[in-house]
């Protein structure tokens, strides 16, 4: 079975672009590989797809192989062009969320929830829901209105309960949603956010007070906070944010051994068990992923 499947990845890659770099792409698959139970690269799998060179969409496609999500998409949502940058403090985006029924978009609204801030896509956060259907429930919140629409799409195709996306600006409506869901809230994923570079603009990037507010006072006691940046400057700006709260929320390290970190208190791997799109584009472009995770204490 085994090698069956690396020939079908082999094939797969062999029908791909091969006129890119392929150092970034053999690090990448390398990594890949070394994580157990999520792919079938093995070192002769991953030295023939070395020989070949992707593009990183490609590494997208292979990474959530396993949804098999279609490229057809509904008629009413058409071709889904993706606008990169939106400034949230716009007056089309100040206007309170529609808060859902949460019977109806859950099959029980009573688990346990985990909220994806800026779920873009939402692949990342369909995976998790497929690989745990009955025990938690997932939040996409995301600010581009199409991407809400085919990611919900796709959850009517692969049959998921127990997970829904909602069109809504995160920073201004993340209490006015989270506070009326039933069940209790265990993790918020902030991933990747768009990083508004310039100093004029930081007033747009999503993490702010009022956010880091309405995340500690819905989260639950032992819930947790997951951020990651490709962008140094992001990822210090999100941790001195939830750093400030130091009497409510601790970085994970400070309470399990079993975590590690670099000399600057990085987490030194994802843990999730899969990557964003994000991720995958940035380190196949060679770029580091800062990364840390908090819990709620009191």
């Known amino acids: 079975m085994a090698a069956a499947r690396s020939l079908c990845v082999l094939r797969y890659f062999n029908s791909w672009n091969k006129n890119l770099k392929k150092e970034g792409l053999c690090s990448v698959l390398l990594r890949t590989s070394s994580l157990s139970g999520r792919h079938y690269c093995s070192s002769n799998l991953v030295a023939a797809a070395c020989a070949t060179a992707l593009r990183s969409p490609d590494l997208v496609a292979l990474e959530y192989a396993d949804l098999n999500l279609t490229h057809k998409v509904s008629e009413e949502l058409g071709h889904v062009r993706i606008r990169q940058h939106v400034n949230p403090l716009s007056a089309s985006f100040s206007m309170p969320a529609n808060v859902p029924d949460w019977d109806e978009v859950f099959k029980d609204p009573t688990l346990p929830l985990m909220v994806d801030v800026g779920s873009g896509s ?18 996409g919140l995301e600010i581009r209105q199409k991407l809400v629409k085919r990611a919900n799409f796709w959850v009517k ?15 201004i409506a993340f209490n006015q949603l989270v506070s009326t869901y039933p069940g209790p809230l265990m993790l918020v994923s902030i991933l990747c956010p ?80 899969i990557r964003t799109e994000r991720e995958i584009h940035a380190e196949f472009e060679g770029a580091r992923i800062f990364r840390r995770m908090y819990q709620k204490m009191a």
């Open 194 to 273: 768009d990083p508004h570079f310039k100093k004029r603009h930081h007033k747009r990037r999503v993490v702010q007070k009022h956010l880091v507010d309405s995340i500690i006072k819905n989260l639950m006691r032992g819930g947790q906070v997951f951020i990651q940046s490709d962008v140094l400057e992001v990822a210090l700006d999100m941790r001195n944010q939830f750093d400030a709260v130091v009497d409510v929320l601790h970085h994970i390290d400070a309470l399990s051994q079993s975590v590690l970190c670099d000399n600057e208190g990085w987490l030194l791997s994802n843990p999730m068990g």
């Open 122 to 139: 939402g692949r990342f956060l369909l995976w998790l829901a497929k690989r745990n259907p009955e025990e938690e429930n997932y939040l």
């Open 157 to 171: 195709e692969l049959a998921l309960s127990n997970i829904h996306f909602l069109f809504a600006n995160a920073t």
